[in-house]
């Protein structure tokens, strides 16, 4: 009997050893099977998740942001215990027991699925095996990929600490909106620092991991709020917070930016502009688009705020009122079906999602509610309904006609009606007294067909302070000051002239102006001044300073396109330029960008400087990995300076000309704004010099210019080359946009007498002869020029440069009035560049030529 006993007993230990022994065999298999060709986990020893680069000002704000995932990366040390606590409470309460998964979890989780049949599951994943689901597994809901989580969970815990685990779990959980991690989720919810967070809205967090679309704050309020409420009481169960504490942010409500409570974050950050836009665009090219909105850089741009918006008000000005005197009212931006205008409510949220450039200062997008007799009732985005309404009056749309479908004119409006249909989206602008800035009324606005652009660089460092590339961002994000290659017209011309006068050309140098005709194999190419006139000989200054076409081509012919071509290239202004004689009056295009840049070296003395939208760039953990200021300061090591001076800046620029020619080319645009093509519009408290640029036809108009501190263009045009019309010119329409900007730049910058350099003297010259004048002369045809040693300027006739082209024989000598007309009744001889002696007569005559060229 006691053998039977002990054999039955013996019978079913064996059984339970062997079957432990099967299930023990049966789990390695199956761990040993799935463990195989699992992901490394070292990789997430050295992640580096994806996170926003960010663009500040120079005063250190926030001006953009660029991300493929909007994540702040927030290191373990700088996560607070709050937040921590109120994660690990709502996902995984024994996170810092277990050791990768939680066997009593999975259980518990086993145990409710059977009895509920099914009906209620509930994950039993811990954090840690949610790391691993997110960096190293797929999301498909299989038991392989269960097992597969399971054992890297085990491995990863053996690897790494738990403060790092929830490092990882914190910064790349997706919490809705956008937002992955709990920096960026604190910010997009309640746009606060994560160290701010208060109990209720971590709490709220925390409530996300599980389904953030079934918890939005707003559409699904009571959810969100009950889903709280369950991460607040498990972290008092847990021992985290005290009851008093859990109660308390119980009660209140929750307030987040999507419920309109808080200011959204965003709504911080200036709109995008095309300076940050820039940014983005030339540091995708050079680190890759993926590297650079995934990689946390830190971008401290060169943009100064205030500059910044004097560009886009000044520019946005010249188009408009170029626009405005066209007269022409293109139709609406954009259309309402006027169904969804019953109530305020409903005109509303359909004007939001009208499509409307929505960054133009001072402008608001409007929906046309009703038409009167006379006027239009209107719907203002963002301003609040009165008693009486919104009208647009019938005096506000005389200025305009209709344009008809078949791109004709309609007649005169003279009520709103004329222009405007019930459902039409528009731009109003208030319209305020003069005196006392009373409202007035509502203005009909719209953006113009016109576009341009404008920059502004420091000429000494290459910072772009301004740049403003259209109209609106919005409305068209090409920028036109960077992207867009324009004809330059006769602003390109102070490159001839540089090249001349490192060629042994002097300011006095007189040039022939008079008829020429040049085979070009496809037709005989007759280029002419913007006049129609001849003017005969004249110092290379009043060829600059009145934009004469055929001086500067007789020049270029006689110095060589060849030798112009290289200048060109050498200051930026062309990779490779066409040695075509053509050229040298602005037929090849480039781009504003590069204008700029190039006239900074004849400001800054003629060195090379290269503009940048960058002073530094730091990767995530703080390192520089770009500087733009490559100059040395010994100085700026010392302990202490000789009282009175400053550190000393060592330069390493390339020279780019001869300082002599610099300053001698920059007093000759200083003629341009003084007396000539740009005197009407540019007028500032410091001397400024500059270039004119009328393209044929007028299709694209410029003015660049320069300060001795700042540089800075502008052209306009349309976007399809078409002429601009006969009134259009660089002095009258970019002109005005210089100097707007600029007299606010210098109240900033400042600026005073270009630097003369040393190896030169003065002399006195004629301006209209070019003659040597006795020392000490005065009066307004005097100009004193800068000559270098030993190539002082002799007393008598001067020769005449005609580019190998002969004189007429009907053109005037010297002209002594403004426009260079000549005064002489009885003509004069004169001997030219080839020797040979002729007659210029005081009259001259357009006779059959045709316009030819740019000018």
Same mark, same amino acid.
């Given at each position: 009997?006691?053998?039977?006993?002990?054999?039955?007993?013996?019978?079913?230990?064996?059984?339970?050893?062997?079957?432990?022994?099967?299930?023990?065999?049966?789990?390695?298999?199956?761990?040993?099977?799935?463990?195989?060709?699992?992901?490394?986990?070292?990789?997430?020893?050295?992640?580096?998740?994806?996170?926003?680069?960010?663009?500040?000002?120079?005063?250190?704000?926030?001006?953009?942001?660029?991300?493929?995932?909007?994540?702040?990366?927030?290191?373990?040390?700088?996560?607070?215990?709050?937040?921590?606590?109120?994660?690990?409470?709502?996902?995984?309460?024994?996170?810092?027991?277990?050791?990768?998964?939680?066997?009593?979890?999975?259980?518990?989780?086993?145990?409710?699925?059977?009895?509920?049949?099914?009906?209620?599951?509930?994950?039993?994943?811990?954090?840690?095996?949610?790391?691993?689901?997110?960096?190293?597994?797929?999301?498909?809901?299989?038991?392989?990929?269960?097992?597969?989580?399971?054992?890297?969970?085990?491995?990863?815990?053996?690897?790494?600490?738990?403060?790092?685990?929830?490092?990882?779990?914190?910064?790349?959980?997706?919490?809705?909106?956008?937002?992955?991690?709990?920096?960026?989720?604190?910010?997009?919810?309640?746009?606060?620092?994560?160290?701010?967070?208060?109990?209720?809205?971590?709490?709220?967090?925390?409530?996300?991991?599980?389904?953030?679309?079934?918890?939005?704050?707003?559409?699904?309020?009571?959810?969100?709020?009950?889903?709280?409420?369950?991460?607040?009481?498990?972290?008092?169960?847990?021992?985290?917070?005290?009851?008093?504490?859990?109660?308390?942010?119980?009660?209140?409500?929750?307030?987040?930016?999507?419920?309109?409570?808080?200011?959204?974050?965003?709504?911080?950050?200036?709109?995008?502009?095309?300076?940050?836009?820039?940014?983005?665009?030339?540091?995708?090219?050079?680190?890759?688009?993926?590297?650079?909105?995934?990689?946390?850089?830190?971008?401290?741009?060169?943009?100064?705020?205030?500059?910044?918006?004097?560009?886009?008000?000044?520019?946005?000005?010249?188009?408009?009122?170029?626009?405005?005197?066209?007269?022409?009212?293109?139709?609406?931006?954009?259309?309402?079906?006027?169904?969804?205008?019953?109530?305020?409510?409903?005109?509303?949220?359909?004007?939001?999602?009208?499509?409307?450039?929505?960054?133009?200062?001072?402008?608001?997008? =409007?929906?046309? &509610?009703?038409? #009167?007799? %006379?006027?239009?009732? !209107?719907?203002?985005?963002?301003?609040? $309904?009165? /008693?009486? *309404?919104?009208?647009?009056?019938?005096?506000?749309?005389?200025?305009?006609?209709?344009?008809?479908?078949?791109?004709?004119?309609?007649?005169?409006?003279?009520?709103?009606?004329?222009?405007?249909?019930?459902?039409?989206?528009?731009?109003?602008?208030?319209?305020?007294?003069?005196?006392?800035?009373?409202?007035?009324?509502?203005?009909?606005?719209?953006?113009?067909?016109?576009?341009?652009?404008?920059?502004?660089?420091?000429?000494?460092?290459?910072?772009?302070?301004?740049?403003?590339?259209?109209?609106?961002?919005?409305?068209?994000?090409?920028?036109?000051?960077?992207?867009?290659?324009?004809?330059?017209?006769?602003?390109?011309?102070?490159?001839?002239? =540089?090249?001349? &006068?490192?060629? #042994?050309? %002097?300011?006095?140098? !007189?040039?022939?102006?008079?008829?020429? $005709?040049? /085979?070009? *194999?496809?037709?005989?190419?007759?280029?002419?001044?913007?006049?129609?006139?001849?003017?005969?000989?004249?110092?290379?200054?009043?060829?600059?300073?009145?934009?004469?076409?055929?001086?500067?081509?007789?020049?270029?012919?006689?110095?060589?396109?060849?030798?112009?071509?290289?200048?060109?290239?050498?200051?930026?202004?062309?990779?490779?330029?066409?040695?075509?004689?053509?050229?040298?009056?602005?037929?090849?295009?480039?781009?504003?960008?590069?204008?700029?840049?190039?006239?900074?070296?004849?400001?800054?003395?003629?060195?090379?400087?290269?503009?940048?939208?960058?002073?530094?760039?730091?990767?995530?953990?703080?390192?520089?990995?770009?500087?733009?200021?490559?100059?040395?300061?010994?100085?700026?090591?010392?302990?202490?300076?000789?009282?009175?001076?400053?550190?000393?800046?060592?330069?390493?620029?390339?020279?780019?000309?001869?300082?002599?020619?610099?300053?001698?080319?920059?007093?000759?645009?200083?003629?341009?704004?003084?007396?000539?093509?740009?005197?009407?519009?540019?007028?500032?408290?410091?001397?400024?010099?500059?270039?004119?640029?009328?393209?044929?036809?007028?299709?694209?108009?410029?003015?660049?210019?320069?300060?001795?501190?700042?540089?800075?263009?502008?052209?306009?045009?349309?976007?399809?080359?078409?002429?601009?019309?006969?009134?259009?010119?660089?002095?009258?329409?970019?002109?005005?946009?210089?100097?707007?900007?600029?007299?606010?730049?210098?109240?900033?910058?400042?600026?005073?007498?270009?630097?003369?350099?040393?190896?030169?003297?003065?002399?006195?010259?004629?301006?209209?002869?070019?003659?040597?004048?006795?020392?000490?002369?005065?009066?307004?045809?005097?100009?004193?020029?800068?000559?270098?040693?030993?190539?002082?300027?002799?007393?008598?006739?001067?020769?005449?440069?005609?580019?190998?082209?002969?004189?007429?024989?009907?053109?005037?000598?010297?002209?002594?009035?403004?426009?260079?007309?000549?005064?002489?009744?009885?003509?004069?001889?004169?001997?030219?560049?080839?020797?040979?002696?002729?007659?210029?007569?005081?009259?001259?005559?357009?006779?059959?030529?045709?316009?030819?060229?740019?000018?």
């Amino acid at each position: 009997m006691i053998r039977f006993i002990f054999g039955f007993f013996g019978a079913i230990f064996s059984a339970v050893t062997l079957g432990v022994i099967a299930v023990a065999i049966a789990v390695g298999g199956v761990l040993f099977m799935y463990s195989r060709d699992l992901p490394s986990t070292e990789a997430l020893s050295t992640y580096t998740p994806a996170t926003i680069s960010r663009i500040y000002s120079r005063e250190g704000l926030i001006v953009d942001e660029f991300a493929a995932e909007r994540r702040l990366f927030v290191p373990a040390e700088d996560i607070p215990d709050l937040v921590a606590h109120a994660f690990v409470s709502a996902e995984d309460r024994n996170f810092y027991e277990h050791g990768g998964y939680d066997p009593r979890a999975i259980a518990a989780a086993f145990y409710e699925a059977v009895q509920s049949r099914g009906r209620d599951v509930r994950g039993a994943s811990t954090i840690t095996q949610q790391v691993m689901k997110n960096f190293l597994l797929d999301g498909s809901r299989t038991i392989e990929r269960k097992v597969r989580e399971i054992i890297l969970a085990a491995r990863i815990e053996q690897a790494l600490s738990k403060e790092r685990i929830l490092e990882l779990y914190l910064n790349e959980i997706f919490l809705g909106q956008n937002s992955y991690g709990v920096a960026a989720a604190a910010q997009t919810y309640f746009n606060t620092n994560l160290e701010d967070l208060t109990l209720e809205q971590a709490a709220y967090l925390a409530a996300l991991p599980q389904a953030p679309s079934n918890f939005h704050p707003v559409r699904d309020y009571d959810r969100a709020i009950s889903r709280r409420n369950y991460v607040l009481r498990e972290m008092f169960e847990n021992g985290y917070i005290g009851r008093a504490e859990m109660e308390a942010a119980i009660a209140l409500p929750l307030e987040t930016v999507q419920g309109g409570h808080i200011e959204p974050f965003r709504g911080a950050i200036p709109p995008r502009n095309y300076f940050t836009d820039e940014i983005r665009r030339q540091l995708s090219a050079q680190y890759g688009e993926d590297e650079f909105f995934t990689g946390g850089y830190t971008v401290r741009a060169t943009m100064d705020e205030s500059l910044q918006d004097v560009a886009e008000r000044a520019l946005r000005r010249a188009l408009e009122r170029y626009d405005r005197n066209l007269g022409v009212w293109r139709g609406p931006s954009d259309r309402i079906d006027p169904e969804e205008l019953t109530g305020e409510e409903s005109w509303r949220a359909a004007l939001a999602d009208a499509q409307i450039a929505r960054d133009i200062d001072g402008w608001f997008p =409007a929906v046309v &509610l009703e038409l #009167g007799a %006379s006027s239009a009732r !209107i719907g203002i985005e963002g301003v609040e $309904e009165d /008693e009486d *309404g919104h009208f647009i009056p019938a005096e506000d749309v005389t200025w305009a006609r209709p344009l008809r479908e078949d791109g004709s004119r309609g007649p005169q409006a003279r009520v709103a009606g004329d222009l405007l249909a019930v459902g039409d989206v528009v731009h109003v602008r208030a319209m305020t007294r003069d005196g006392d800035g009373a409202f007035l009324r509502w203005t009909l606005r719209q953006v113009p067909e016109v576009q341009g652009g404008f920059m502004a660089m420091d000429v000494n460092t290459g910072r772009v302070l301004a740049m403003q590339g259209g109209f609106s961002f919005q409305q068209s994000s090409f920028n036109r000051a960077t992207q867009a290659t324009r004809q330059p017209g006769s602003s390109f011309k102070p490159f001839v002239f =540089a090249a001349a &006068l490192d060629s #042994g050309y %002097s300011p006095n140098t !007189i040039v022939l102006d008079a008829p020429i $005709e040049v /085979e070009t *194999g496809e037709g005989i190419w007759r280029p002419t001044n913007a006049s129609n006139q001849f003017y005969g000989p004249a110092p290379l200054r009043t060829g600059i300073e009145m934009s004469r076409n055929l001086m500067t081509v007789r020049l270029a012919q006689d110095v060589g396109m060849e030798t112009v071509a290289r200048y060109a290239e050498r200051f930026g202004v062309y990779d490779d330029m066409q040695p075509f004689l053509a050229n040298s009056l602005g037929s090849q295009e480039t781009t504003l960008y590069r204008m700029v840049a190039a006239y900074a070296m004849f400001a800054n003395g003629g060195e090379r400087v290269e503009p940048t939208l960058v002073d530094r760039i730091q990767d995530r953990w703080g390192n520089t990995v770009y500087r733009h200021d490559q100059r040395s300061c010994p100085d700026c090591e010392l302990a202490s300076l000789t009282p009175g001076y400053g550190p000393a800046i060592m330069s390493n620029r390339e020279r780019v000309i001869d300082p002599i020619t610099a300053y001698q080319m920059t007093s000759m645009m200083q003629g341009v704004v003084d007396r000539g093509t740009a005197s009407s519009t540019v007028n500032l408290p410091v001397p400024a010099a500059g270039k004119t640029g009328t393209t044929n036809e007028a299709r694209d108009v410029w003015f660049v210019g320069f300060t001795s501190t700042i540089a800075a263009g502008c052209y306009i045009g349309y976007d399809q080359p078409r002429p601009l019309g006969s009134g259009a010119s660089g002095g009258g329409m970019c002109g005005p946009v210089f100097n707007e900007f600029m007299q606010e730049a210098i109240e900033e910058y400042g600026g005073g007498p270009f630097a003369v350099p040393q190896g030169g003297a003065f002399y006195p010259i004629d301006r209209f002869s070019g003659q040597r004048l006795p020392d000490g002369a005065q009066g307004s045809e005097v100009v004193y020029e800068l000559f270098r040693q030993g190539e002082e300027p002799y007393f008598g006739v001067l020769s005449i440069i005609d580019g190998g082209w002969g004189m007429g024989s009907d053109l005037p000598l010297f002209g002594r009035d403004d426009t260079g007309a000549a005064l002489e009744e009885d003509g004069q001889t004169v001997t030219t560049s080839t020797g040979e002696e002729v007659r210029v007569p005081s009259q001259t005559s357009f006779g059959t030529l045709s316009s030819g060229g740019l000018y």
